[in-house]
């Protein structure tokens, strides 16, 4: 391979292992806070026992993300310096708030609320909490911010002289319709994540360890809760992103579909086997009208296929291959959209047996929901990957392509020799990062703070 593939995949491998963590890290921090919150406002130890059981898991997952991402920056000045070169003003602006503005102010947050338990008073506890969460998710938004400008540029001018594209709007880049749509999407994809981490364990420790019952039935019931609301939330508003897909990358929307002509009304694929090259189906089965539904909120509506925008594509950019990989990008959609939809039915099973505190599950129902712990990482990395392949052959959508974006100065070889390090490495620190996870959550809440000492505690200063 070039070093053009060789460092896609180094892209793509790093990316994923970094994004495994940080939906995680946007649902717990907030449901932490909430937990927190509860027990300041009630006095109730079950939930501090919860708010430092689940705060522990927490830190692991918020470390490994810390590790993982560093290495992302480093690859836009190495492996992509074209790209750099091409949009940096632009895309340097939301990255530079990031980390200048959101990050430290999580991290300090952070640092303040482990080691400030019982030596601040309880209210100003949870306050650093919710503020730790604040900044966990503003650095969400500007990093998508970012990244919503290679989807959908808009507030830029293009330097003919130098060939790059100049920020001329910032608040058009900050108002940019895709990160509106985004965000909402991965923040609530996180929250189902930790809705189901919460599940998972909490239901481990009440079938198998029968401690801190209490405790963990309501950790069970608030991640069911927890959980539906951001599954309620994430198919919803990934349906109006859909929809603005279909408006502003057309081609995403067919290939996500396996579409190769124009339909109207539109049939939406259930299960699909795309011939690449012949540009047919070898297997398509649909729904009529579903996809014209979906895009339109009505059984009628056209939407491109394949063939017509590779057409079109090719008299507004010159000649060239505008269609992404099919099959990868039909079937990440088909997997996040499935897991999603499970756990939609998941959550509202284990919501109404909460309610009913009825915690008896068959041994299949229980092994499902502990592997159910699983199910928002590959959902949410599926659902990255289609946006990000789905795109291509653009880095900048419509303005600069991925065969452009690599550095020219750096061989294929260099490219391994830095791929094949970091993946054992990161690989290393996943192993870690498990162990230390399953190590805490097997152990269980702490049972120092009981009834007995509560009183030790100064709620009085809340």
């Avoid at 930790?194 to 069970?220: C, E, P, Q, R, W």
């Avoid at 019931?221 to 508003?237: D, E, N, P, S």
């Amino acid at each position: 391979m070039d070093a053009l593939a060789v460092a896609r995949w180094q892209f793509a491998i790093v990316t994923v292992y970094h994004f495994f963590f940080v939906p995680i890290t946007l649902g717990l921090s907030v449901a932490i806070a909430i937990m927190e919150t509860k027990y300041v406002r009630s006095g109730d130890v079950k939930y501090k026992q919860m708010t430092k059981f689940w705060g522990k898991l927490f830190l692991i997952n918020f470390a490994i993300g810390v590790a993982t991402g560093i290495v992302q920056e480093f690859q836009f000045g190495m492996n992509w310096s074209q790209y750099s070169r091409f949009m940096g003003d632009i895309f340097g602006a939301p990255l530079a708030i990031e980390a200048l503005l959101a990050f430290y102010m999580e991290s300090t947050f952070i640092g303040i609320w482990i080691f400030g338990w019982d030596k601040i008073s309880p209210k100003l506890h949870a306050t650093v909490m919710w503020l730790t969460a604040i900044g966990s998710n503003l650095s969400a938004i500007w990093i998508l911010t970012a990244n919503s400008f290679m989807q959908h540029p808009v507030g830029y001018t293009i330097n003919q002289q130098l060939n790059r594209a100049e920020m001329n709007d910032f608040f058009a880049v900050i108002g940019n319709p895709h990160v509106w749509h985004q965000f909402p999407h991965v923040f609530f994809a996180g929250m189902t994540g930790a809705g189901f981490i919460i599940m998972g364990i909490s239901l481990y420790h009440i079938v198998k360890t029968k401690k801190n019952l209490d405790a963990f039935k309501t950790s069970f019931k608030f991640g069911a809760l927890y959980g539906l609301i951001g599954i309620i939330l994430v198919i919803t508003i990934g349906h109006f992103q859909a929809q603005l897909m279909t408006e502003i990358q057309p081609m995403k929307m067919a290939a996500g579909e396996a579409l190769w002509e124009d339909e109207n009304p539109a049939a939406l694929s259930l299960f699909t086997i795309a011939d690449e090259d012949e540009q047919v189906n070898s297997v398509d089965f649909r729904i009529p009208n579903l996809l014209s539904f979906l895009v339109y909120d009505k059984f009628e509506g056209p939407v491109r296929g394949i063939k017509s925008l590779q057409k079109e594509y090719e008299e507004k950019y010159g000649p060239g291959d505008y269609i992404p990989p099919v099959n990868g990008t039909y079937w990440n959609f088909r997997i996040m959209v499935g897991l999603g939809f499970l756990m939609l039915f998941m959550a509202i099973y284990a919501y109404w047996k909460a309610r009913k505190d009825d915690y008896n599950f068959k041994p299949w129902v229980y092994k499902l929901f502990i592997w159910g712990i699983f199910f928002p990482i590959i959902a949410s990395s599926t659902g990255w990957i289609f946006t990000e392949i789905g795109r291509q052959p653009w880095t900048v959508f419509g303005l600069f392509k991925t065969s452009q974006s690599v550095s020219n100065t750096v061989s294929a070889g260099e490219v391994w020799f830095s791929l094949i390090s970091y993946t054992i490495v990161y690989a290393a620190l996943i192993v870690v990062m498990v162990k230390l996870f399953k190590k805490y959550a097997v152990k269980g809440m702490d049972e120092e703070e009981t009834a007995e000492n509560v009183s030790n505690t100064n709620l009085s200063e809340a």
